[in-house]
């Protein structure tokens, strides 16, 4: 065992309270000679460690030897704690990952009568324990009773390298993916050699290409040319900073391959930044499909403004909180049955506007828009009243949250995902309906020509309640989906009246592609504006350019033809 | 020229049926001349090769059955639907299909619509006075005065359309047949060259019916007009030239014997009610 | 006389008019007297705040009269008016703002506050000018006159009409709404322009300028109805009728009526600037709150209540939802969405002619022949 002479725990301690994020970026080499340690004494083991059963034979170590490293620990001085946690990574005791986790999480304290313990849990008054030695359950102790060993961030960094060094040899391959990921540019000379075998052994595809690249990054530190080639490609920010110092290194050749890779990353980077892009855009405008679908039945194919389309959005989000509320610790399955409830809750409410204003208002369409905007207020200011003026805070269910990382550069939100999703089932039943089933069949006759499907029998007022019953209920689900996303108040539904109204009449009214299309790109055009214009100029020029867009093609992008357009 | 001299020699009689100057070249042939004219929705061809041609001081009557195109073929006369292809030109110098409904009608050609349309809201006065051919900029529009010239034209044609007690009564409140022929009333305050009258005597009784067809044909000669009709008695009680449209083009030309003669004509139109008519 | 000038005189010829300025007059004659005669403390004396809210009132009824005059007479129903009302009251307010000169908080000599507190070292171009009155007030009619000359140009020119239009309109005045809330547009952003001393010289916090500008409102409302009225008893008047009720007719029979509704709108956009250049001074403040797509939708309610196509109506409808709104947001604010919800329905499913609709009808027997606009309803 060697201890490189400058970085020894002695400078680790002296370096106690500066920033940690800092210290990360300066402490390789540091980091480094930790794995050295641990490499060589988990090489020297062989694999005794890594099976549970081989760590039971190590078992039966000595306990006193035990006590006396952990009593190191107990000092006051930092730089002494470091070298004791050295000590404690050299002593091949089994159970010393435990204790510099424990360290790590605060957890590992001194009991009143001088025993070591494990806290298990610290929330509370009582916390329970257990002997850190012997791994007995010592049931519940005060908190006064305990004297916590103290760490400061140089010690949390150092420790972090020694547990990530330790996982590698770990089992579990999640465990030694997150520790390959942490030896990105922390790897040395004195790692080099054995890192080389760790590789060659690890079956795990990704945890190999990782460890490739942090070798590589300390063979590209040595001037090595073709280092350069097992970076290529990578968009992980770590293999960049090596690539850039690179770039500005002494040696002309090394430098001008580096900014060869580096432009040769840059371009996937952007590719990467479109897609994130354009992911995003689909996600918005999925977002405003949902929302201005409903619309384009009752608007659209009916022919009736309803201002109070956005509340009716509100009513199912709102629903979807209720049922979390009526569910408690079940927001996966509240969420599930939100669905058909939202679904309902907004299609009752919309036979009720339906039945109780729109109806008297047939053919007064300006009427219809302010008597709907009227309803609008008044379910608004119901919820105020009748809820909380606040915003209601609806869970995301686990299986619905966190991200897939497509790679280093690019992770897509899992909720999103799902929206996007849902937002195309229900446009396809809704197509569904509307080309195949017979409601549909009345509702385009109904459209058409009232008093011509009157007289072939369509009852042409059941089929006024039922579109627009799906119309609104759509808007329900449109809700369930947004609860997802944004804040569940009351204004929530008059953030999307507008934009809803622009996708139908983008789209072409009448046509349920054309709020598909118009909706998804709307939501792209307004993600590719955002990063240079901000959100709110962005949300102003796609406003003007619908403005403009309707003074070109007043009919939509996919506009009815015909007679029946003229009326 | 003879026209001409025959209109000065009546225009005291009808003061109502001078027509407006208009820029209308009709020394080189027809007043109005539609080639190879193709328009169609959605893939479906409403006019399909239309080829039609309308001689100065002529009165035609089209027919022909639900969907060949007749009120299509007056929507692109008068601007309001953009063919395809082909030509539309109004005596020998107007492009109509470069002009908009306003320019086409201030050119002289007034529409009469298959559904009567007249201002509810206004008076059957109002009606008149704002049919009348006049300076119709906004400015001029705001400062017009109603002067005893025009109040005299307004009366002469309440007179001629029997609607003078009737005046200062809102228009909505009008029976369809009155409808009709205040809207054919404000088609001659316009003073047009060519009239285009979508079904005038869809509602009208017996009587009114023979008015107004007195009234057509006397307009003809000094001004031409095209009547699309459904009603063939009417229609032989006017025709001189009829043409028959089907599926977007023309079928048949000539006098209403010809046409009722000619076995294509009975096969895709006149067929099914000469059965219960007998032409 | 010259014929030209006539249209303009035309309604001092009907009694409808002269009624509605008489009642106009006395009223603004009794507030005067109430407010200057009576002694405080009297229970008939009027106080310089209820002067001050009556002048407000009679700006909203400016503004409902512009609106009026193109959704009653030309049948657009503008969703959009409020973002003229706001630009000109931003015009006045820009003005007032350049009179505090060098007494704001931060004593600039020439940067308004909210300038110097964003760290600006110059006025921006288009602040130019504003230190003039009379550019200012020039500005009050020509902005919104501009933005609705563009806008209508874009709209009519391409026949976007009935609900369509209804919706850009509430489109552009959102944007513009959004707009204004940056603060990198130079228009105090979210707090808007606020804080202003004096106008032409008079200081804005004594009770004879609210007096004043009291009068001033009730003067430009006299005006502006007797312009509308004009307006809409011409035969250009008629043609609006007409528009409004089969617009392809109109076009057949020779009228470009995309200019008509260009000509009537812009008019009407100026109106609503200059309503709002009366308002701004007298509540002191104007932010972008009233661009928002509510406060637009509100005054197409105070027309629907008073009675669309009368002129006279929107005026009463102004003055009542606007009261009841003062009265009912002191008492239960709670309650005034659910009352301003329940009159849009209330009005256009049972009253459509709204209150001039009942008056109207009482008077049927006694007037004839003016029916000329209560025929059909004016629905797109």
């Known amino acids: 065992m060697r201890y490189p002479p400058m970085l020894g725990p002695a400078t680790a301690g002296a370096r106690a309270g500066t920033d940690a994020a800092e210290d990360e970026r300066t402490s390789q080499s540091r980091g480094s000679w930790l794995l050295v340690l641990a490499l060589s004494l988990l090489l020297m083991l062989g694999l005794s460690m890594t099976t549970p059963a081989a760590a039971q034979d190590a078992a039966p170590a000595d306990d006193v030897a035990a006590m006396t490293l952990l009593e190191a620990l107990d000092v006051d001085s930092f730089p002494a704690k470091g070298r004791a946690i050295e000590a404690i990574v050299h002593s091949d005791d089994p159970r010393a990952r435990d204790w510099l986790q424990a360290l790590l999480d605060g957890r590992l304290q001194r009991a009143g009568d001088g025993r070591f313990v494990v806290v298990l849990d610290n929330t509370g008054r009582d916390w329970p324990v257990q002997d850190a030695l012997s791994g007995e359950p010592l049931g519940q102790m005060s908190r006064r009773e305990l004297d916590r060993i103290g760490i400061n961030n140089a010690l949390r960094n150092q420790l972090r390298s020694a547990i990530a060094v330790v996982d590698l040899y770990a089992a579990d391959v999640g465990l030694r993916r997150a520790s390959a990921e942490r030896l990105l540019g922390e790897v040395d000379g004195d790692l080099a050699g054995p890192l080389v075998e760790v590789i060659e052994e690890e079956p795990d595809a990704r945890v190999r290409e990782r460890l490739v690249q942090a070798l590589a990054i300390y063979r590209l530190e040595q001037g090595e040319l073709e280092a350069i080639d097992d970076l290529q490609g990578s968009l992980h920010p770590r293999v960049r900073v090596a690539l850039n110092r690179a770039a500005n290194g002494d040696d002309p050749i090394v430098a001008d391959a580096a900014r060869e890779a580096l432009n040769g990353i840059e371009q996937m980077l952007k590719l990467n930044r479109a897609a994130e892009t354009l992911y995003f855009g689909l996600s918005l405008g999925s977002v405003l499909v949902l929302a201005a679908i409903g619309l384009a039945i009752t608007f659209g194919v009916m022919g009736v403004i309803n201002m109070a389309h956005g509340e009716l959005i509100m009513l199912g989000a709102y629903t979807t909180w209720a049922m979390q509320q009526l569910l408690p610790g079940q927001p996966g399955v509240a969420l599930i049955l939100a669905i058909p409830a939202g679904f309902l809750v907004a299609a009752l409410a919309g036979i009720a506007i339906e039945r109780g204003v729109i109806q008297f208002l047939k053919g007064r369409p300006l009427e219809t828009l302010l008597a709907t905007f009227g309803i609008s207020l008044i379910l608004q200011q119901l919820v105020r009243t009748g809820i909380s003026p606040l915003n209601r805070t609806v869970i995301t269910p686990e299986w619905m949250s966190g991200s897939i990382a497509v790679n280093d550069a690019l992770s897509l939100t899992l909720n999103r995902m799902y929206v996007l999703g849902f937002a195309l089932v229900v446009f396809a039943v809704l197509m569904l309906i509307m080309r195949r089933t017979r409601l549909g069949l009345e509702v385009r006759a109904v459209t058409q020509n009232r008093a011509m499907a009157r007289s072939m029998g369509i009852r042409a007022t059941r089929v006024d309640i039922m579109t627009f019953a799906l119309g609104s209920g759509v808007a329900g689900l449109a809700g369930v989906a947004l609860s997802q996303l944004t804040n569940v108040g009351p204004n929530l539904g008059q953030n999307y009246i507008i934009d809803s109204f622009m996708v139908v009449v983008f789209g072409g009214v009448g046509n349920l592609w054309g709020t598909l299309v118009a909706g998804l790109s709307l939501g792209v055009i307004n993600q590719v504006l955002e990063p240079w214009a901000g959100a709110v100029m962005a949300k102003i020029i796609v406003l003007v350019f619908i403005i403009l867009f309707i003074q070109k093609r007043p009919r939509g992008l996919f506009p009815q033809k015909g007679r029946a357009a003229e009326g | 020229m003879s026209i001409l001299r025959s209109l000065a020699s009546r225009d005291r009689v009808f003061d109502f049926l001078v027509p407006v100057e208009s820029p209308v070249d009709v020394r080189h042939g027809p007043i109005l001349y539609l080639e190879d004219v193709t328009v169609s929705f959605d893939g479906f061809k409403a006019i399909n090769d239309l080829n039609l041609t309308i001689d100065d001081g002529e009165l035609r009557c089209i027919i022909g059955p639900n969907g060949a195109g007749k009120t299509t073929m007056m929507d692109i006369i008068t601007g309001k639907t953009r063919p395809d292809s082909g030509q539309v030109w109004f005596g020998s110098r107007h492009d109509l299909l470069t002009m908009n409904e306003p320019e086409i009608a201030s050119l002289g050609i007034g529409r009469k619509f298959q559904k009567p349309t007249v201002f509810e809201a206004l008076t059957v006065f109002e009606n008149l006075e704002l049919a009348m051919a006049a300076d119709k900029r906004i400015l001029p529009t705001l400062t017009a005065r109603i002067n005893g010239e025009i109040r005299d034209r307004i009366d002469e044609i309440l007179e001629i359309i029997g609607l003078k007690p009737l005046h200062a009564r809102p228009a909505g409140i009008l029976s369809h047949g009155q409808k009709q022929w205040l809207e054919i009333g404000m088609l001659l305050m316009q003073r047009p060259r060519l009239l285009l009258v979508d079904e005038p005597v869809a509602g009208m009784t017996e009587q009114e019916m023979e008015r107004t067809a007195e009234l057509l044909t006397g307009l003809a000669g000094k001004q031409s007009v095209v009547v699309v009709e459904h009603d063939m008695g009417f229609v032989r009680s006017i025709a001189r030239k009829v043409t028959v449209l089907h599926q977007g083009s023309v079928l048949a030309e000539g006098s209403m014997d010809q046409v009722s003669s000619d076995p294509r004509v009975i096969e895709v139109y006149l067929g099914a009610e000469a059965e219960e008519e007998t032409l | ?380």
């Open chain 3, 1 to 380: 006389m010259d014929s030209s000038r006539l249209w303009l005189l035309r309604p001092f010829g009907e009694r409808s008019t002269l009624i509605f300025l008489g009642v106009l007059l006395a009223a603004m004659t009794l507030v005067t007297l109430l407010h200057v005669a009576v002694p405080p403390g009297h229970p008939l004396y009027v106080s310089a705040y209820t002067v001050n809210l009556s002048g407000k009132y009679l700006s909203y009824a400016l503004l409902a009269v512009a609106v009026d005059l193109v959704w009653g007479y030309l049948g657009i129903l503008s969703l959009g008016h409020g973002a003229f009302f706001a630009l000109g009251g931003y015009a006045m307010g820009m003005y007032l703002m350049r009179q505090i000169g060098d007494r704001g908080v931060y004593g600039h000599p020439e940067l308004p506050d909210f300038m110097v507190f964003l760290n600006w070292d110059s006025l921006p171009w288009y602040w130019y000018g504003f230190d003039m009155a009379w550019f200012a007030f020039l500005m009050v009619l020509l902005v919104p006159g501009a933005l609705a000359l563009v806008f209508g140009f874009l709209a009519f020119r391409s026949r976007v009409t009935g609900v369509y239009l209804s919706i850009i309109t509430q489109a552009l005045t959102f944007a513009l709404m959004l707009a204004f809330f940056r603060n990198e547009m130079g228009f105090g952003g979210n707090n808007g322009l606020t804080d202003f001393r004096e106008i032409l010289g008079f200081n804005l916090r004594s009770s004879e300028t609210r007096l004043g500008l009291f009068l001033a409102t009730g003067v430009a409302l006299a005006l502006g109805y007797v312009l509308c009225r004009a307006i809409v008893t011409s035969k250009l008047g008629r043609v609006c009728v007409a528009t409004r009720d089969a617009e392809a007719r109109t076009r057949f029979l020779g009228y470009r009526v995309e200019r008509f509704q260009l000509f009537v709108f812009t008019v009407s956009a100026m109106l609503a600037g200059l309503a709002g250049a009366l308002y701004v001074p007298q509540v002191g403040i104007i932010n972008p709150s009233e661009f928002s797509p509510l406060f637009s939708i509100e005054i197409v309610l105070w027309v629907a209540l008073g009675g669309r196509a009368t002129l006279y109506g929107a005026v009463i409808g102004a003055i009542l939802v606007n009261y009841a709104k003062t009265v009912f947001t002191g008492a239960m604010p709670d309650a005034w969405l659910f009352a301003l919800g329940g009159l849009f329905v209330l009005v256009t499913v049972f009253l459509p002619k709204g209150v001039a609709g009942l008056l109207a009808l009482r008077l049927r027997r006694r007037r004839d022949g003016d029916g000329s606009f209560s025929g059909k309803e004016a629905s797109a």
